[in-house]
């Protein structure tokens, strides 16, 4: 009896090393199980999710397929409409500068002629003061084409008119004549000269 | 008939014309009429070569001013006209 007591105090650290063991070897396999449960589970929602993507996400990217290439389409009609808006911007810009060019020309010319033909009467009729520094020249031809007429006009004749003499006159005619075709001859202004 | 007719009216239409051109000038100037007459062609020369040389002098004046205005006009519509590259950028 007392060596079953020794031999039962002498293997007890052992026995007890064992069943603490055991407990925690059932623990263990208790918490795997659980973990294993969990484990499933969520790898089930998964799976469900995965057949719920598959199921609702192709036909939205085949709708999206379609959508795009609506789009697309679209975009090749607009391609076209822009090159034929660039083609009539082209169009009228160079009907602008035919219009233009055809409405400018003709009006500079009539302001042109309006403005010299203008200046050119109120020269003819009036030899205002603009007009008299440029008229000294003609009006010395005009004095010896028109042969004693400065003499007369500066003497004793104001009025300007042929002197009384009546020889004076018949001797003017061909002086006035030679005057006359010499102020032909001779270029009296710079446009004649450059002519 | 009728050129006579034309031809008639033409002279009288100058008669009265002279007639009063002899009467302003001889009430003008104090000369006879006579005088007047006797001058008239020489008056007529000196009246003819002041207007040519009128005529000249305004025909260079008209084409002086009708090239300065146009050479405006082409300034104006140059600088009204837009550029070419306030478009670009």
């Given at each position: ?20 063991a055991a407990?925690?070897l ?19 929602k ?58 400018s ?12 033909v ?31 007429w ?10 300007g ?9 018949p ?25 | ?49 002041e ?22 006009v082409q ?15």
């Amino acid at each position: 009896m007392t060596s079953a007591l020794l031999l039962v105090a002498a293997n007890a650290p052992s026995m007890a090393l064992r069943y603490a063991a055991a407990f925690f070897l059932v623990v263990v396999g208790i918490g795997a199980i659980y973990a294993l449960v969990r484990l499933g589970g969520a790898m089930g929602k998964a799976d469900k999710l995965l057949a719920d993507v598959d199921t609702e996400v192709v036909p939205l990217l085949k709708q999206a397929t379609e959508t795009l290439d609506g789009v697309n389409t679209e975009l090749d009609k607009i391609d076209v409409v822009m090159t034929s808006v660039v083609d009539a911007t082209g169009k009228v810009d160079q009907t602008t500068r035919a219009v233009e060019s055809a409405i400018s020309v003709p009006a500079k010319k009539a302001a042109a002629f309006g403005a010299g033909v203008s200046h050119a009467v109120s020269t003819f009729f009036n030899r205002g003061a603009d007009g008299a520094a440029g008229a000294d020249a003609q009006t010395e031809q005009d004095s010896a084409a028109a042969g004693a007429w400065s003499a007369s006009a500066a003497g004793s004749n104001p009025s300007g008119v042929w002197p009384a003499g009546g020889a004076d006159a018949p001797a003017a005619e061909p002086a006035a004549s030679a005057a006359e075709t010499a102020a032909d001859d001779t270029p009296t202004t710079a446009q004649e000269r450059d002519s | 008939m009728k050129f006579m007719g034309t031809l008639v009216f033409g002279s009288a239409l100058a008669g009265v014309g002279l007639a009063y051109y002899v009467r302003e000038r001889s009430r003008t100037t104090g000369q006879s009429y006579l005088e007047v007459l006797r001058q008239l062609p020489s008056e007529a020369r000196r009246g003819y070569g002041e207007a040519r040389s009128r005529a000249q002098l305004a025909l260079n004046e008209g084409l002086r001013v009708a090239r300065a205005r146009e050479q405006q006009v082409q300034r104006d519509l140059v600088a009204a006209a837009p550029r070419d590259d306030a478009a670009v950028g």
